[in-house]
């Protein structure tokens, strides 16, 4: 199945619990591609938030670099280590919709 996960909050819990079911529905070999939006930046930036961690694993999965909607301004406040997670460019997520078999919003 190739599924969606959206992930759009600033609440670390919620954020958590969308990597981690992210990560095991890779695990049984379903296609996931993660895009986080404002404010979800916010966990990125501290590097004491569990997120900061979690989403420097997902070639641990063989999970796609995270299609993201952050500004410049807040991709220039992230260090390399959350850049190299996230893709290279801002994505429109609208005109995405359509690929997926389903689409989790967190």
């Known amino acids: ?41 916010l966990l990125l930036g501290d590097p004491d938030s569990r997120i900061y961690g ?20 807040q991709m220039a406040r992230f260090d390399d280590d959350i850049r190299h997670a996230l893709a290279d460019e801002r994505c429109v997520l609208d005109d995405k919709r359509v690929l997926f078999d389903s689409v989790l919003e967190f």
């Open 1 to 41: 199945m190739n599924i969606l996960i959206k992930l759009a909050s600033d609440n670390e819990l919620i954020a958590y619990e969308a990597l981690a079911l992210a990560f095991v529905l890779a695990t049984f070999d379903h296609d996931v591609t993660l895009f986080l939006d404002t404010p979800t930046h």
């Open 54 to 73: 979690m989403i420097q694993s997902l070639d641990l999965y063989d999970i796609e670099k995270a299609w993201h909607g952050f500004t410049d301004e």
